[in-house]
Structures are given as C-alpha cells and as structure tokens.
C-alpha cells in the first residue's frame, strides 16, 4: 500500500510551464513504477507518461514527449511531472499513479493520489 498526494496544480498561460509533484508515503517507493495521466471533463483518462523505480528510464506519449520530462527523487519519496510549453489542450487533472510494473492503461495501476487540476490560458 502507498499513498499519493499531488501537487502544484494551477492557471498558467499558454507557453507557459509548470511543475507537478507527486508525495508518496511509506518505505517502499522505489519498489513502484510510477506513471502520470491526465482527465479532463467528459473525457477518458489518458495516459501521460512513466518512470522506472530508480528513475533510469522514463516514457512519455507521443503529445507531450517533446514538452514534458517526468523525474523523481527517492530520499524525498516524489516524482516529478515538468511541464513546458504548454497548451490550453494539456488543461485537465493530473493524476500520479504507482504500482510495481509500469504499463500505459488505468487498469494497471491499483494506487492513485486525488489529482491536482491544471488550467491553461489562453
């Protein structure tokens, strides 16, 4: 079991950048691989990206690969989703998801945080 809480959500201006964090609890954080997606309203969830458990690799879907850069910091239990160059199409709440194997599908992933929202402007 690990808990995930997000962070860093807000407005920000098309062109713009942000950085989301993603807090996870107990001892065991680099035991998971840990993926990012997004949903925005009336929408499916969509995968974003992920990173492998000592951050070596890392994959990001096609959309955003050449924006955004997913890291993480095991001392401090986070991962990291940064976010340039961003468009109002990238507006949605993004989740953190972790469990031990990675993968590109919802399903595949038993832990979730709560999400953080982030709107861009035009």
């Known amino acids: 079991q690990v808990q995930l809480v997000e962070s860093g959500g807000g407005l920000v201006q098309a062109g713009g950048s942000l950085r989301l964090s993603c807090a996870a609890s107990?001892?065991?954080?680099?035991?998971?691989?840990m993926g990012w997606f997004r949903q925005a309203p009336g929408k499916e969830r969509e995968f974003v990206g992920t990173?492998?458990?000592?951050?070596?690799?890392?994959y990001l879907t096609d959309s955003v690969k050449d924006r955004f850069t997913i890291s993480r910091d095991n001392a401090k239990n986070t991962v990291y989703l940064h976010m340039i160059g961003l468009k109002t199409e990238d507006s949605a709440t993004y989740y953190c998801?972790?469990?031990?194997?990675?993968?590109?599908?919802?399903?595949?992933?038993?832990?979730w945080g709560q999400g953080t929202q982030v709107t861009v402007s035009s």
């Open positions: 998801a972790a469990n031990g194997r990675g993968g590109s599908r919802p399903s595949e992933y038993p832990y």
């Open positions: 990173i492998s458990k000592v951050g070596e690799s890392s």
């Open positions: 107990g001892r065991t954080f680099s035991t998971y691989v």
